[in-house]
């Protein structure tokens, strides 16, 4: 069982820089496959990026490739998510979510980001990053 707590959100500026963390309990943390996924009022989960167990892969929306940076501390049982150069199309709740398998691992190598969203087992609740114009 893993429980994930999301924090860093608040309102940025358009331009503007935010950290999001999301910490993890449970000693198996370090064999997940962990994601961000984002929900805008009125529209449906999308995926953001996501990182390898082991941080060697890593994977990124192509709207927020160039601009946010996901990594992990395996040690702290944490990953972050780094968000730089913010749009006001930024604006949504992030979720932090950890899954872990084979299957995961091929679907995001594949990019095919809607069916690795079934994958990830644990989600977080969520923190709300809000960017003004």
């Known amino acids: 069982q893993v429980q994930l707590v999301e924090s860093g959100g608040g309102l940025v500026q358009a331009g503007g820089s935010l950290r999001l963390s999301c910490a993890a309990s449970?000693?198996?943390?370090?064999?997940?496959?962990m994601g961000w996924f984002r929900q805008a009022p009125g529209k449906e989960r999308e995926f953001v990026a996501a990182?390898?167990?082991?941080?060697?892969?890593?994977y990124y929306a192509d709207s927020v490739k160039g601009r946010f940076t996901i990594s992990r501390d395996n040690a702290k049982n944490t990953v972050y998510l780094q968000l730089d150069n913010l749009k006001p199309e930024d604006t949504a709740v992030y979720y932090c979510?950890?899954?872990?398998?084979?299957?995961?691992?091929?679907?995001?190598?594949?990019?095919?980001?809607?069916?690795?969203?079934?994958?990830?087992?644990?989600w977080g609740q969520g923190t709300l990053v809000t960017v003004s114009a």
């Open positions: 979510a950890g899954g872990r398998g084979e299957e995961l691992n091929v679907l995001l190598h594949l990019r095919l980001w809607m069916l690795a969203d079934a994958q990830f087992d644990y």
């Open positions: 449970g000693r198996t943390f370090s064999s997940y496959a």
């Open positions: 990182i390898s167990w082991s941080g060697d892969n890593t």
